[in-house]
């Protein structure tokens, strides 16, 4: 008849303290598991939220842009009817002349009369070549601005963007870490408190040997 194995006392808080080990180990690993999880949804949330804010500052970029160039339209289109005025009022001054010099029976082809239309063609020329030149330099600068914040804003979120996936990949790395270090902490903790790590002879293959499990 097999006999029942014989567990001291100490043995039996050994084994309680292995238990108690094992399961600090399990919770040791479950924190592990969380914080990877944390660290990984975080890496997740850090490029989501980069791509969201690049797409709202294209978005404004754009708006800003079409304001620009509007703004920009509407200044050339006043220096446009700032020439026209200009060619208006020289056409309504040489008609004035030519009248008052036919109600004098002055030559309109000759004389001072002449030379006065002349004058006034030339001086109004100068002034709309000038006005025409600004109507330009609006178009080309409001042009010029609106492509600076596109551009600016473009370069801006791919700095962005490769700042959140440096970000992301730091996390990722985290996440495994934190994993490895918990499987690695989770492992000694059991190995410090396996109760037949310090004896020579397994008490268990000794039951194994003696009791039911004897040869």
Request: charged share 15%; proline share 1%; glycine share 10%.
């Amino acid at each position: 008849m097999a006999t029942a194995p014989n567990v001291t006392l100490g043995q039996a808080q050994a084994v309680g303290g292995f238990l108690d080990a094992y399961a600090s180990s399990q919770m040791q690993k479950t924190a592990a598991i969380q914080q990877q999880t944390a660290y990984l949804v975080q890496a997740r949330d850090t490029l989501a939220i980069a791509e969201v804010r690049a797409g709202l500052d294209e978005t404004y970029a754009a708006v800003q842009a079409g304001r620009v160039l509007q703004k920009a339209e509407t200044e050339s289109r006043n220096w446009q009817i700032a020439g026209n005025t200009l060619l208006r009022n020289m056409r309504q001054t040489n008609a004035t002349l030519r009248a008052r010099a036919a109600a004098s029976g002055v030559a309109l082809g000759a004389g001072s009369i002449e030379a006065v239309q002349a004058e006034n063609v030339a001086a109004t020329m100068r002034d709309l070549g000038v006005v025409d030149l600004n109507a330009l330099t609006a178009k080309v600068l409001g042009f010029d601005d609106a492509m600076g914040l596109i551009q600016s804003t473009e370069l801006q979120n791919t700095l962005n963007l490769f700042q959140a996936q440096r970000q992301s990949g730091q996390y990722t790395q985290a996440a495994g870490a934190a994993r490895q270090a918990g499987g690695m902490l989770s492992s000694f903790t059991l190995a410090k408190a396996d109760p037949f790590s310090g004896m020579v002879k397994d008490p268990l293959a000794e039951w194994r040997r003696t009791g039911s499990g004897g040869d």
